[in-house]
C-alpha cells in the first residue's frame, strides 16, 4: 500500500491547515506522526477503522482533529490553534491489519509510511 500525503505549508500561529493522505489501497487504520528538526519523530494523531477509535498525543489533544474515510482509503488531520511547536515534518502511516487499541500511538502497528508534507509555523 503506498500512501501520499498533501496538505502542508506555512502559517502564522494561531492558524490552521488540513493535511491529507490517500492509500492506494485497504488499511485497518491510519496515522500522523511529526519530525520536528533535531527531534525524534514522534505520534501525533490515528484513527482504527473499526470502531472509528481514535488517539491524539496529549500535545495535540483538543487542537488537532483525525478523520477519514474508510471506503476512500482517505485520511485527514484537521490542524488548529497552531503553535510554533507544531512545525515539523508530518508523515503518513498506514496499518495493513487492524491496529490493538493499546497500540495506536505505537510507531510500529504501521508498516506503511509516506513522504512527509512540512507544516511550519511561524510566531
Known amino acids: 500500500v503506498q500512501l501520499q500525503a498533501s496538505g502542508g505549508g506555512s502559517v502564522q500561529a494561531g492558524g490552521s491547515l488540513r493535511l491529507s493522505c490517500a492509500a492506494s489501497g485497504s488499511t485497518g487504520g491510519m496515522a500522523w506522526f511529526r519530525q520536528a528538526p533535531g527531534k525524534e519523530q514522534e505520534f501525533v494523531a490515528s484513527i482504527r477503522w473499526s470502531g472509528g477509535n481514535t488517539r491524539y498525543s496529549d500535545s495535540v489533544k483538543g487542537r488537532f482533529t483525525i478523520s477519514g474515510n474508510n471506503a476512500k482509503n482517505t485520511v485527514y488531520l484537521q490542524m488548529n490553534s497552531l503553535k510554533s511547536e507544531d512545525t515539523g515534518l508530518y508523515y503518513c502511516?498506514?496499518?495493513?491489519?487492524?491496529?490493538?487499541?493499546?497500540?495506536?500511538?505505537?510507531?510500529?502497528?504501521?508498516?506503511?509510511w509516506g513522504q512527509g508534507t512540512l507544516v511550519t509555523v511561524s510566531s
Open positions: 502511516a498506514g496499518a495493513i491489519n487492524r491496529p490493538i487499541l493499546s497500540a495506536l500511538g505505537d510507531r510500529r502497528s504501521y508498516s506503511c
